[in-house]
């Protein structure tokens, strides 16, 4: 799914997301858990304000952002 993204541009651009709309709803990136890179991409799981976490993915040749993981704070019962 691809979503729109706001990344804070340090070093280099798009370091780290600081905030995303999916499903219409924008999410503040509260922490950056961890964050790897493949070739061509570079992949960023976060806890948003709600305690939720995602995955999300650059592809660092387009600059196209997508949601590739889901997981509720419920459902961890935070």
Known sequence: MV?????????????????FRAGGQWHEVRKLLD???????????????HGDVYILRLEEKTGEWSLEAYRSAQLRGE
């Open 3 to 19: 979503v729109e993204v706001e990344a804070y541009s340090g070093y280099k651009a798009d370091e780290r997301p600081l905030r």
């Open 35 to 49: 964050r790897w890179y493949s070739p061509g991409a570079a992949y960023y799981k976060v806890r948003v304000e």
